[in-house]
């Protein structure tokens, strides 16, 4: 009995260790990936709430490459963080398939009126002028400002 004691300790440490490596290997290839990000801006059409959003980011990540997603809801731009094995024109293609269509920008293009990273607002379910035909089915028109 002892020494199907001792087989069954090195087993296990044997495969704390080989999940641990596996574990590092992962990480540090996902940090890799992360300081080897590119980012990739475009002005989407017919983006005007979160269930946009989910939309695209869902259809965004079935490719390996992406990697995050942030908008300015308002100005109709999403910026994509990914890896250089998912192309620009990739991305643009995927998110216009996804029923918005979709172009890649030069963010200068917009000077100063882009909103910080991370920073999303635009109108929004609920507000009378959400998602339309592929969201919540509300009209796709900004509220008149006056």
């Known amino acids: ?4 004691t001792r087989f069954g300790v090195l087993i296990g440490a044997v495969a704390i260790v080989a999940v641990l490596s596996i574990s590092l290997v992962a990480a540090n290839s996902n940090k890799a990936r992360k300081e080897n990000a590119l980012e990739t801006t475009l002005q989407v059409s ?5 269930a946009c959003l989910a939309s695209i980011e869902g259809e965004l990540r079935k490719f390996d490459g992406m990697l995050g997603m942030r908008a300015d ?18 991305i643009a293609a995927t998110v216009t398939a996804a029923g918005y ?5 030069d963010i200068a293009e917009f000077g100063d009126a882009v909103q910080p990273a991370g920073n999303s607002r ?3 379910c609920g507000s009378g002028s959400g998602c339309g035909p592929s969201g919540c089915g509300l009209p ?4 008149e400002r006056g």
């Open 1 to 4: 009995m002892k020494g199907k």
């Open 46 to 50: 017919r983006l005007s709430c979160g």
């Open 73 to 90: 809801l308002a100005q109709g731009l999403v910026t994509v963080s990914h890896t250089d094995s998912f192309a620009p024109q990739q």
């Open 101 to 105: 269509p979709a172009r890649v920008v």
């Open 122 to 124: 635009g109108y929004g």
């Open 140 to 143: 796709i028109a900004p509220p």
